[in-house]
């Protein structure tokens, strides 16, 4: 009878890990989604990135505290700020911090190292803290899978078409390291939050302390360059998009998954990422991926795969 419900304990916790490796998935799908909305936005109204960011950001925020009062979940997340406070704080900021670091250093040290050094430096990041945290080495199949996951993502990188380097590739590699460090920082913290709070109290309050963090430097950056809004229904449409698709459901996804999936895991599978923007790439824009992008495709789809063969980890204490 123990072993009985010992393996139906078992088999619910690997189906639940799943069922959350599916959802940090999805996440990074919408996410991927993201650079060709941005694209779109700048072929009609010359925005700068932060700006443009801070606007995904406030849109974001208040559809996701529409979501809260319609549901009447404000109690819920009402109660996670109370408890955590500092945390959520930090998890905003966060959240914010590594997007418009990520913008910086796309424009000074191009997209692919960008992509590459920040995308690629946080599971790494958090895999050397969890085994610092445990004094436990990370298995073999876990460092397979991140070598085969790392590798992926700088041959689709590099295969997209920007292997060309910006004008402050210096400057942009140490913006990219700080992007790759908020993004780790902000995935462990909410982390915890994501198993003791719901998610969509979580998602409303860190968006919604990223969009006051971005604000001012979207401000300053949109009266800089002449461009703070836009009344062009394309630009408008497509940032909403940005801000719900992308943003709001987005990282209610992952905060979801997060439940249930260890963060150097959720942090491998968002590179799918990536891999969808390079796939709507060549779909919409012809941008021929090659040889190259076709394999990096393929190791970071393995890698998902790998780790949804894993057994689930069990939250950290």
Same mark, same amino acid.
């Given at each position: 009878m123990t072993q009985d419900l010992t393996r139906?304990?078992?088999?619910?916790?690997?189906?639940?890990?799943?069922?959350?490796?599916?959802?940090?998935?999805?996440?990074?799908?919408?996410?991927?989604?993201?650079?060709?909305?941005?694209?779109?936005?700048?072929?009609?109204?010359?925005?700068?990135?932060?700006?443009?960011?801070?606007?995904?950001?406030?849109?974001? $925020?208040? &559809? !996701?505290?529409?979501? *809260? #009062?319609?549901?009447?979940?404000?109690? +819920?997340?009402?109660? @996670?700020?109370?408890?955590?406070p500092a945390r959520v704080v930090a998890v905003g900021i966060c959240t914010g911090g590594y997007q418009a670091l990520y913008f910086g250093s796309v424009v000074t040290a191009g997209v692919s190292v960008a992509t590459v050094v920040s995308l690629g430096l946080a599971p790494v990041l958090l895999t050397a803290a969890d085994a610092l945290r445990t004094r436990v080495a990370p298995s073999r199949g876990r460092l397979?899978?991140?070598?085969?996951?790392?590798?992926?993502?700088v041959l689709v990188s590099v295969a997209a078409g920007h292997a060309g380097t910006g004008p402050r590739p210096g400057v942009g590699v140490l913006l990219a390291v700080g992007s790759g460090t908020a993004y780790a920082? $902000?995935? &462990? !913290?909410?982390?915890? *939050? #994501?198993?003791?709070?719901?998610?969509? +109290?979580?998602?409303? @309050?860190?968006?919604?302390?990223?969009?006051?963090?971005?604000?001012?430097?979207?401000?300053?950056?949109?009266?800089?360059?002449?461009?703070?809004?836009t009344d062009d229904p394309v630009a408008l449409a497509t940032l909403a998009y940005l801000g719900i698709a992308t943003m709001a459901l987005a990282y209610g996804l992952f905060y979801a998954?997060?439940?249930?999936?260890?963060?150097?895991?959720?942090?491998?599978?968002?590179?799918?990422?990536?891999?969808?923007?390079?796939?709507l790439a060549a779909l919409?824009?012809?941008?021929?991926?090659?040889?190259?992008?076709?394999?990096g495709t393929g190791l970071i789809l393995l890698a998902v795969a790998g780790l949804g063969r894993r057994p689930a980890a069990p939250p950290p204490g």
């Open positions: 139906a304990a078992g088999s619910e916790a690997s189906a639940l890990a799943r069922l959350g490796l599916v959802q940090v998935c999805l996440a990074g799908v919408l996410w991927g989604t993201g650079g060709l909305a941005v694209q779109v936005v700048r072929d009609v109204v010359a925005m700068p990135v932060v700006t443009l960011s801070a606007w995904r950001m406030v849109i974001g $925020a208040l &559809a !996701l505290v529409l979501a *809260l #009062a319609v549901l009447r979940r404000g109690g +819920a997340a009402l109660d @996670l700020l109370r408890r955590h397979a899978v991140l070598a085969a996951a790392l590798t992926g993502l920082l $902000a995935t &462990a !913290l909410s982390a915890r *939050l #994501a198993r003791t709070g719901e998610p969509l +109290a979580l998602t409303t @309050l860190t968006t919604s302390v990223g969009a006051v963090a971005l604000v001012p430097l979207g401000l300053v950056a949109g009266l800089r360059a002449d461009v703070l809004v998954g997060l439940r249930t999936t260890d963060s150097g895991a959720a942090t491998i599978a968002t590179l799918l990422e990536p891999v969808t923007a390079a796939a919409l824009l012809d941008e021929r991926l090659g040889g190259g992008g076709l394999l």
